[in-house]
């Protein structure tokens, strides 16, 4: 599996900002997707994380209410729709698929204006 992720970039705080990744899968792509972020000095922790049929949705406390993750399975790929962003979201976010083997997307910076 290989991850491509795109529109990352800079948002204000309190703006919105979706962010796609394609998975380039032979496979049927069933398999646990989601999305990750790392800022400076700490670990990377889980953001949003669909399960493989799409149904199960885990989201970090901190998020819940403002981002959204969904799946296209016919295009093969996983959005992140983040609302109300606050500078503390600003990160590095990484794509993630939980296939064998587990694989990362190359992660993009987000950054956010207050």
């Known amino acids: 599996v290989q991850l491509v992720e795109s529109g990352g970039g800079l948002v204000q705080a309190g703006g919105s900002l979706n962010v796609s990744c394609v998975a380039f899968?032979?496979?049927?792509?069933?398999?646990?997707m989601g999305w990750y972020r790392q800022s400076p000095g700490k670990g990377r922790e889980a953001v949003a994380i669909?399960?493989?049929?799409?149904?199960?949705?885990i989201y970090l406390d901190s998020v819940k209410g403002r981002f959204t993750i969904s799946r296209d399975f016919t295009k093969k790929t996983v959005h992140l729709q983040m609302n109300s962003r606050k500078t503390e979201d600003k990160a590095t976010y990484y794509c993630?698929?939980?296939?064998?083997?587990?694989?990362w997307g190359q992660g993009m910076q987000i950054n956010v204006s207050a």
């Open positions: 993630y698929a939980d296939a064998s083997p587990r694989t």
């Open positions: 669909s399960g493989w049929d799409g149904e199960r949705i």
């Open positions: 899968d032979d496979g049927s792509m069933v398999y646990d």
